[in-house]
């Protein structure tokens, strides 16, 4: 095994997280009087941040002041809400415990703002992870690759004996990106047609296969 390092997405990949997720888009919505959507809608618009998550709730050609409004305030209802109802994806828990008893670093990236993949990985994974990155000002947001290799120097890692772990095309991409191995989960928010589409060479469809790719990298 040559792996060193496996970095995860958040949401669809740990953490099944869209009921708190549409709920904050929904409060969004009615904060400045727009439609609310379903929670299979909100599905299809997670991925990309919450810039294109409120752009794509909100009905097209609406005015800059009204979509600023509602990604403030969907920003800071999601951070107070962001744990509700949102719950570890089964064998998740024991999958991150046996890579790190594997010597594995682990860390994870997501679109998620950072405040509140730091609340949910000190709620859920507490002590697990060496690096819980979020999206900030100062790094372009996935499927650029920038923070993913900034992680990977603050770890002292290659890209080589690197992997990432998500459930989106986005996440696909990234791994592309930043040349690092890629794993791709078909439990989450998108399906396998769609990860096939954007390149995914390796899909599980269950946390315990991600040891045994790992082990064989």
């Known amino acids: 095994m040559t792996i060193k390092a496996v970095v995860f997405d958040l949401d669809g990949t740990l953490l099944d997280s869209l009921e708190d997720i549409a709920f904050s888009v929904n409060a969004a919505m009615r904060k ?19 810039a294109r ?10 005015e800059k002041g ?10 800071k209802h999601y951070v107070e809400h962001a744990d509700s109802k949102t719950v570890v994806y089964p064998g998740i828990l024991d999958m991150l415990k046996q890579l790190k008893s594997m010597g594995i670093i682990l860390a994870v990236l997501s679109n998620k703002a950072e405040p509140a993949v730091e609340v949910l990985c000190d709620k859920f994974f507490p002590g697990i992870f060496k690096i819980t990155a979020g ?12 923070r993913l290799l900034s992680i990977l120097k603050e770890l002292e890692v290659t890209a080589a004996s690197t992997v990432y772990v998500g459930d989106s095309d986005v996440d696909v991409y990234t791994a592309h990106n930043a040349k690092v191995h890629s794993i791709a989960v078909d439990w989450g928010y998108r399906n396998r047609k769609s990860l096939l589409a954007a390149g995914a060479s390796t899909i599980v469809s269950n946390a315990n296969e991600i040891i045994k790719v790992v082990k064989y990298m």
């Open 32 to 50: 400045v009087s727009c439609p609310e959507h379903s929670v299979e809608t909100i599905r299809s618009f997670v991925g990309y941040g919450i």
């Open 53 to 62: 998550l409120i752009k794509d709730a909100l009905p097209k050609d609406v």
């Open 66 to 75: 009204i979509y600023k409004e509602a990604c403030d305030f969907f920003y």
């Open 135 to 146: 999206a900030r000002e100062d790094f372009f947001k996935k499927p650029d690759p920038t």
